[in-house]
Each structure stands twice: as C-alpha cells, then as structure tokens.
C-alpha cells in the first residue's frame, strides 16, 4: 500500500477551477494506478477519474468528461485532478485512490489505499 494525502480542495464559484494533488509516500509508487473518487452528501462514493501507471492511459466518468484532466508526476510521486467549468453538481469530498493494475478503475473496491479526502464546494 502507498499513503495517500490529498490537498487543493475549497470554495470556488461555479464556472472556476481548482487543481487537486494528492501525494503518495513509499517507492512503489509507479506500481500503482491511480483513480479519484468523490462522495457527496447522501450520496455514494463515485468514481470521477482513474490513471494508469506511466500516464499513458485516462478514464473519466461521463459526468466529468471533457471539464476534468488526471495527470501524474511518478518523479514526484503525486497524481493531480485539474477540474475546470465547476458546477454546484460538483461539490462533495474528493479522494485520491491507489490500486494494482489489472482490475477495473471504476469501482472503488478494487483500491486499497485511500487519502482522507478533500473538500470541494462549488457556489452556484
């Protein structure tokens, strides 16, 4: 497992941006996929973005699609979310998630690292 600790969450007003990083620790790092996850209140936990080890591969969810962009830095050990064009829909806790390759990116039982989440709050 890698530890996971995500930072770049806020308020911002519908239409803006904001830039989630979230920060591993230990070697393997590289051996991970990477997926975000977010829950909103009442709501369950549901898959936004995943990442492949070197990068070369994204998967978005169909809601976020075309607004949010994954991208990792393996020589820094951090996995980013860009999220542009926010709206109220938006808003709710965001995870970082690592798992081993090979199972679906989409469900959240198949990472076994978990950050302790961000809050995001899209103002409309």
């Known amino acids: 497992q890698v530890q996971l600790v995500e930072s770049g969450g806020g308020l911002v007003q519908a239409g803006g941006s904001l830039r989630l990083s979230c920060a591993a620790s230990g070697r393997t790092f590289s051996g991970y996929s990477m997926g975000w996850f977010r829950q909103a209140p009442g709501k369950e936990r549901e898959f936004v973005a995943g990442?492949?080890?070197?990068?070369?591969?994204?998967y978005y969810a169909d809601s976020v699609k075309g607004r949010f962009t994954i991208s990792r830095d393996n020589a820094q050990n951090t996995v980013y979310l860009q999220m542009n064009s926010l709206k109220s829909e938006d808003t709710a806790v965001y995870y970082c998630a690592g798992k081993v390759p090979g199972s679906s990116y989409y469900y959240s039982s198949n990472y076994n690292s978990w950050g302790q989440g961000t809050q995001v709050t899209v103002s409309s």
């Open positions: 990442i492949s080890t070197s990068g070369a591969n994204t």
